[in-house]
């Protein structure tokens, strides 16, 4: 499904350009954290008991069967290990090089999975919108906070991440764009991919949203492949039904192994889907997600643009892209765990909205007032982060590290605030 035109080539290679420069950027930093995140642990040990002769098709985590999680993350982390890797973990003298080359072994699959996530959000720019528009939404998501905090790390919210943008970017090529066979199945199967990754919040994240819109707009909503809009369901009734076994073929077989094998397992899924007492933490307050807002850094200003960009044009693109973000977040409100890692799968159609008040930033008429207050505002929120921060760091009392010191060096903290103040005038 990818753009034939001249344009939409360049777009393309220049979306790739971006994945690139992402993973060569971030691979070295690989190996710097520890293994201190609750969600990487236990993927990681699971991985590691399974390369050490535990089972393989129901993993295990501490000698028991790991069957609140879907074992597809679990499966790719293990094959990344090397066994050589494996046998220095258990000599002393090795043991710290080891660990170094353990967390590049697992992590590297992650970030691969997170750069996949910035093409299929191409994708699904191109599809909701235009190639252009596509190119600026993969820019906005590779340099947003919330991907450079967990997109370095092998968990399932990142693996599930890029196969719902994935199968979201092939279900608006279907919906909008006419292609009903392709995007239809093959969104079916990277939504199967998703569900393997983390269970039904994947259907959540790709079919609610699909079904949302249609249901909204009526089966004219479809167009068909030869322009305007198919006015017959039975037209793409036969490719959303094979596209339904295909789904059912890839996500389904696992659970139903597990169903027959591991005594009282609906109850433990009953309580992952649900929340309900799957944690001693007290629930999340009901307005977690918004006040995750800024976590979208450094394109708050421009989110605020696209939406009322997209209050104003109302077209099917815009509907689609806010129905991928506010269906699945309203259904998950209901959901004691309210944590900004679950925004992750829906970082791609939040930058669709921050792309579309970036395009009209961009191509508004100059002079234009309105156009130099987001300006000042854009440029305020960036000197804020990206020059605040730092100052604060190695100057606030309450920003320190565990053994009293600065979390940045002054000396550190001014260079840092100097380039990135060159880099904002620039």
């Not at 998703?194 to 479809?222: D, H, N, Q, S």
């Amino acid at each position: 499904m990818a753009e034939s035109s001249p344009s939409g080539v360049k777009h393309l290679l220049l979306a790739l350009l971006v994945a690139a420069g992402v993973f060569a950027g971030m691979a070295p930093t690989l190996t710097w954290p520890q293994f201190t995140g609750g969600n990487e642990n236990i993927v990681v040990q699971s991985a590691l008991e399974m390369r050490h002769g535990g089972p393989w098709l129901v993993p295990k985590m501490l000698g028991e069967p790991r069957v609140k999680k879907p074992p597809l993350v679990a499966w790719i982390t293990a094959l990344s290990m090397r066994q050589a890797t494996l046998d220095q973990l258990d000599s002393p003298a090795t043991r710290d090089q080891a660990y170094r080359d353990l967390a590049w072994q697992v992590r590297w699959t992650g970030l691969l999975a997170a750069c996949g996530m910035i093409v299929a959000t191409y994708f699904l720019g191109s599809a909701l919108f235009n190639p252009r528009l596509g190119l600026l939404a993969a820019i906005v998501v590779a340099t947003t906070i919330l991907f450079q905090k967990y997109m370095r790390q092998s968990t399932s919210d990142v693996h599930l991440a890029m196969w719902v943008t994935v199968a979201n970017a092939c279900f608006a090529y279907a919906i909008l764009r006419g292609r009903v066979w392709s995007g239809l199945l093959l969104g079916a199967m990277a939504t199967g991919l998703a569900f393997l990754c983390k269970g039904p919040v994947a259907l959540l994240e790709t079919v609610l949203p699909m079904v949302g819109v249609i249901a909204f707009r009526g089966v004219g909503f479809i167009p068909s492949a030869r322009g305007g809009h198919e006015p017959q369901p039975t037209k793409w009734m036969l490719p959303m039904l094979v596209g339904m076994a295909l789904f059912l073929l890839i996500a389904f077989p696992w659970f139903i192994h597990v169903y027959l094998t591991v005594p009282d397992v609906a109850g433990t899924w009953t309580t992952e889907v649900s929340r309900q007492g799957a944690s001693g933490l007290a629930p999340d307050p009901i307005y977690a997600y918004a006040i995750r807002i800024p976590m979208n850094w450094p394109w708050v200003v421009m989110l605020v643009v696209g939406i009322l960009v997209m209050c104003k044009a109302r077209s099917r693109g815009d509907l689609y892209a806010a129905a991928l973000v506010l269906l699945p977040i309203l259904v998950m409100t209901f959901i004691p765990d309210r944590k900004e890692r679950y925004l992750l799968p829906m970082l791609a159609p939040l930058a669709m909205i921050c792309a579309r008040g970036l395009l009209a930033w961009i191509d508004a008429p100059k002079p234009d007032r309105a156009g130099t207050w987001i300006t000042i505002l854009h440029v305020f929120a960036l000197g804020l982060i990206c020059i605040g921060f730092p100052i604060l760091g190695s100057t606030h009392p309450e920003l320190r590290r565990l053994d009293g010191s600065p979390w940045y060096p002054r000396d550190l903290a001014i260079w840092i605030a100097i380039g990135f103040a060159a880099v904002i005038a620039l």
